[in-house]
């Protein structure tokens, strides 16, 4: 039957279409529509929350009374068991008002994971300390508490870990090393709203936190804005006034325009604020389908040979805000292919699938120019303030951003479950094509 055998014949043509590499003119496996799925997730309420705030006097954190802004710092406080919460005006500025609260200043040494975002290394630049960094741990990609304790010097100040990719840094043995030389923590928890360090929330695992209200992170704002979380009252204390130009902010008492110390205008808007309150109502609600969809994302993923999933190392609860992937050569099968570039090649198969891998952090922090070259405020400075050591070396950073890719925080929304299943159908067809990767890897230089 004529009929049949088309339509038999279409079938076949259909599935091998279905099977080729979108590369080499197969069908992509991920539909176009579904490569980039909005984040932040905005709803009416949201609208109705930023409106409000037009409506009424409190534009600002120093606003006397009750603002968005205060309300949105005394949830968090509560949230995260810190004693208090200061709105900023980003996470770069919630960081140097963390490190200024605790005295750190000019040539103090800070030491920093050496895989983090810019902001991490900057933060202490700006209040003219000098950032060490630390290497970090192949697995959870965090600081490397024993590669932290062999840099700590006499003039070591304070230890900044980040939780990167919403997996907590090794607190226990952090503080462990800060108590024993004296030193302060101020957790980096931009990328980790929601993860939890053996049953409690970070934020409130060191001396101060600092948040990130930046629109790509797990609990955003409709623009720039930051949070400080701190536990000590005299602390908190000098943070507002630095926030405010080092003034004293009273509630009741007339503005006396009078600066106490060295401050900055690092204040948070209150239509910022408003936005990440209406927010904060569905956080849990998101947090969980989020949860959901990469557990089983990452279940299906761990099946292919040579793919290394992002895990929890610990009594952690990840907040899965990137996800990296780390690939293996050898255990893929694929021993004389450099695992930089399997995964050059693999990104380039994975892209044209409609999977929408990228790279994460192109430099180890310590290889970005401003670092070293050491430009900063001019004459050398804050590095001529002190005696800067040598730096370490950091080969599992340079290693973990050689060989792996990572998802971000907008292809994980709530919504993103069918995504993902795409996205993994994208990586299982590219596995089952593996000896094409190898040709791709090898022929490229
Ligand atoms: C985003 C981020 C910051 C800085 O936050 P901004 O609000 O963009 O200033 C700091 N550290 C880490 C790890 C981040 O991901």
């Given at each position: 039957?004529?009929?049949?055998?088309?339509?038999?014949?279409?079938?076949g043509a259909?599935?091998?279409?279905?099977?080729?590499?979108?590369a080499?003119g197969?069908?992509?496996?991920?539909?176009r529509?579904?490569?980039?799925?909005?984040?932040?997730?905005?709803?009416d309420d949201?609208?109705a929350?930023?409106?409000?705030?037009?409506?009424?006097?409190?534009?600002?954190?120093?606003?006397?009374?009750?603002?968005?802004?205060s309300?949105?710092?005394?949830?968090?406080?509560?949230?995260?068991?810190?004693?208090?919460?200061?709105?900023?005006?980003?996470?770069?500025?919630?960081l140097?008002l963390?490190?200024?609260?605790?005295?750190?200043?000019?040539?103090?040494?800070v030491?920093?994971?050496a895989l983090?975002?810019?902001?991490?290394?900057?933060?202490p630049?700006?209040?003219?300390?000098?950032?060490?960094?630390a290497?970090?741990?192949?697995?959870?990609?965090n600081?490397d508490?024993?590669?932290?304790?062999?840099l700590?010097?006499?003039r070591?100040?304070?230890?900044?870990?980040?939780?990167?990719?919403?997996?907590?840094?090794?607190?226990?043995?952090?503080?462990?090393?800060?108590?024993?030389?004296g030193?302060?923590?101020?957790?980096d928890?931009?990328?980790?709203?929601?993860?939890?360090?053996?049953g409690?929330?970070?934020g409130?695992?060191?001396?101060?936190?600092?948040?990130?209200?930046?629109v790509?992170?797990?609990?955003?704002?409709?623009?720039?804005?930051?949070l400080?979380?701190?536990n000590?009252?005299?602390?908190?204390?000098?943070?507002?006034?630095?926030?405010?130009?080092?003034?004293?902010?009273e509630p009741?008492?007339?503005?006396?325009?009078?600066?106490?110390?060295?401050?900055?205008?690092?204040?948070?808007?209150?239509?910022?604020?408003a936005?990440?309150?209406?927010?904060?109502?569905?956080?849990?609600?998101?947090?969980?389908?989020?949860?959901?969809?990469?557990?089983?994302?990452?279940?299906?993923?761990?099946?292919?040979?040579?793919?290394?999933?992002?895990?929890?190392v610990g009594?952690?609860t990840?907040?899965?805000h990137?996800?990296?992937?780390?690939?293996?050569?050898?255990?893929?099968?694929l021993?004389d292919?450099?695992?930089?570039?399997?995964?050059?090649?693999?990104h380039?198969?994975?892209?044209?699938?409609?999977?929408?891998?990228?790279?994460?952090?192109?430099?180890?922090?310590?290889?970005?120019?401003?670092?070293?070259?050491?430009?900063?405020?001019?004459?050398?400075?804050?590095?001529?303030a002190g005696?800067p050591?040598?730096?370490?070396?950091?080969?599992?950073?340079?290693?973990?951003?050689?060989?792996?890719?990572t998802l971000?925080?907008?292809?994980?929304?709530?919504?993103?479950?069918?995504?993902?299943?795409h996205?993994?159908?994208?990586?299982?067809?590219?596995?089952?094509?593996?000896?094409?990767?190898?040709?791709?890897?090898?022929?490229?230089?």
């Amino acid at each position: 039957m004529p009929g049949a055998a088309a339509s038999g014949r279409d079938r076949g043509a259909a599935g091998d279409r279905d099977r080729r590499l979108a590369a080499f003119g197969g069908r992509p496996a991920v539909p176009r529509e579904l490569r980039n799925p909005p984040w932040p997730v905005i709803t009416d309420d949201d609208r109705a929350a930023v409106l409000g705030v037009l409506d009424g006097a409190a534009l600002v954190s120093d606003t006397d009374g009750e603002t968005a802004v205060s309300v949105l710092e005394r949830r968090w406080a509560e949230r995260t068991g810190a004693a208090h919460c200061v709105g900023t005006s980003n996470g770069t500025t919630a960081l140097q008002l963390a490190l200024a609260a605790l005295g750190v200043g000019p040539g103090d040494e800070v030491i920093v994971p050496a895989l983090s975002f810019i902001a991490s290394g900057l933060a202490p630049l700006h209040q003219m300390a000098i950032p060490v960094f630390a290497d970090i741990d192949p697995v959870t990609f965090n600081m490397d508490p024993a590669a932290v304790e062999a840099l700590v010097t006499p003039r070591t100040a304070a230890i900044l870990p980040v939780h990167l990719h919403g997996h907590p840094a090794d607190m226990d043995a952090l503080n462990a090393i800060a108590r024993r030389h004296g030193l302060a923590v101020v957790e980096d928890a931009a990328q980790a709203h929601g993860a939890f360090y053996n049953g409690r929330p970070v934020g409130s695992l060191g001396d101060a936190a600092a948040f990130s209200l930046q629109v790509t992170k797990n609990l955003p704002t409709c623009g720039e804005g930051g949070l400080v979380t701190i536990n000590d009252d005299k602390v908190a204390e000098t943070a507002r006034m630095t926030r405010q130009f080092g003034e004293v902010i009273e509630p009741g008492r007339d503005r006396d325009y009078i600066s106490y110390l060295l401050g900055w205008n690092h204040k948070l808007s209150a239509v910022q604020a408003a936005f990440t309150l209406s927010q904060l109502e569905r956080f849990d609600a998101y947090d969980a389908a989020r949860r959901g969809n990469v557990t089983a994302f990452l279940a299906r993923l761990a099946e292919l040979p040579g793919l290394v999933v992002p895990s929890r190392v610990g009594d952690v609860t990840h907040a899965w805000h990137i996800l990296r992937f780390r690939f293996d050569p050898v255990a893929a099968g694929l021993p004389d292919v450099r695992p930089e570039a399997f995964r050059v090649a693999l990104h380039r198969l994975l892209r044209a699938e409609g999977v929408p891998v990228s790279r994460y952090q192109l430099l180890a922090l310590p290889e970005q120019k401003v670092f070293t070259d050491r430009i900063g405020y001019g004459s050398g400075y804050p590095w001529a303030a002190g005696d800067p050591q040598a730096d370490a070396e950091h080969p599992v950073a340079t290693q973990v951003i050689a060989d792996s890719l990572t998802l971000q925080k907008r292809h994980l929304n709530p919504d993103a479950g069918l995504a993902l299943r795409h996205y993994a159908d994208g990586f299982e067809k590219v596995w089952a094509n593996l000896d094409m990767v190898a040709a791709i890897a090898k022929s490229a230089r």
